[in-house]
């Protein structure tokens, strides 16, 4: 069942079109990417979703809502992360938790402190429940804000560029909690990322955006395939015959060879490469060649990623 499907969503700022005819699909419990540059429209794209700006044009249907017909129902159903935490610093994190359900429409004392207990257990910020929002560090304001989002239990989770600005340790936090919250709770996500290794590790599909249009929507994977050209072969040495490294140079559906003679690793691309590596290793072989190991490396997501969004290739 769809979560979320658009149809032509389109927001124009006087001259410029900052989302282009948007149309995609994100299914229930699915963490989904938007992924881009910045500027390419992902916020933009969120802010029109969760019903913060309206539309210039085009539609979409968010939880089993119009977006533009039913407004306020899409808003109880979505919480968002925004690029910036949007906290109140002098207010402690329960009063910030407090205020925001309120906010939504929760009216239960009971059901809100008990909400927010929760929360604050579930991100490792119960014990520093009574302190000022101010004395926080950046990862701990995140995961607050995150928490904020998640108070009213939405089915729907919009997170833009939520590891953005954090050190390594706090990124890699905030993946393993948003993580949990797709896997485990089987929550809906729309992840906006500029972050290779954010969509790589979390997303379930990815969309790479750029300029406001869809450029190619699947899993990291078929991205790879796509996009950056044949898998490698990649064969470890612990001698390397130069005749060996000559006759693999000279086979027909072999179009590059690099050696490094330090490593002993031989990278060998090459047309049906899986179908041929036989091949290639019994040439290697038959040479002298000491061979102890021989696998296949799929192009990565940077090399697709950088390749769409300079222009390189056309999907």
Not at 25 to 53: D, Q, W, Y
Not at 106 to 119: G, P, T, W, Y
Not at 201 to 227: A, D, H, P, Q, Y
């Amino acid at each position: 069942m769809l979560a979320i499907e658009t149809d032509s969503l389109t927001k124009k700022f006087s001259n410029i079109t900052a989302v282009d005819k948007l149309s995609f699909s994100v299914e229930e419990g699915e963490i989904f990417g938007l992924l881009g540059p910045n500027g390419a429209g992902k916020t933009t794209t969120i802010r029109m979703l969760a019903c913060v700006i309206s539309p210039t044009s085009g539609t979409a249907n968010v939880g089993g809502h119009d977006l533009l017909k039913e407004p306020q129902q899409i808003r109880r159903n979505v919480g968002i992360l925004t690029e910036n935490p949007s906290l109140y610093e002098k207010m402690t994190a329960v009063e910030n938790l407090d205020f925001f359900a309120r906010a939504y429409g929760m009216r239960d004392q009971v059901a809100i402190s008990d909400r927010i207990k929760e929360l604050l257990e579930f991100f490792q910020l119960w014990d520093r429940r009574r302190e000022r929002v101010a004395v926080y560090s950046k990862g701990m304001k995140q995961k607050l804000a995150i928490a904020r989002a998640l108070v009213h239990d939405p089915p729907l989770l919009f997170l833009d560029e939520p590891t953005s600005g954090l050190d390594p340790e706090s990124s890699k936090l905030i993946r393993e909690l948003v993580e949990k919250l797709g896997r485990y709770e089987r929550r809906t996500i729309l992840l906006s990322t500029h972050r290779l290794e954010d969509a790589q590790k979390l997303c379930n599909r990815v969309m790479i955006i750029n300029r406001g249009s869809s450029k190619v929507i699947g899993t990291v994977n078929e991205l790879r395939s796509r996009m950056a050209g044949h898998p490698k072969l990649e064969i470890v040495m612990t001698k390397i015959a130069p005749e060996g490294v000559v006759k693999v140079r000279s086979i027909k559906s072999v179009e590059s060879v690099e050696v490094d003679d330090v490593t002993g690793r031989m990278v060998v691309e090459a047309e049906g490469v899986q179908a041929v590596a036989p091949y290639i290793v019994k040439v290697l072989v038959d040479s002298g060649s000491m061979i102890v190991d021989v696998h296949t490396v799929l192009p990565s997501l940077e090399d697709a990623y950088l390749a769409l969004v300079n222009g390189g290739i056309k999907v």
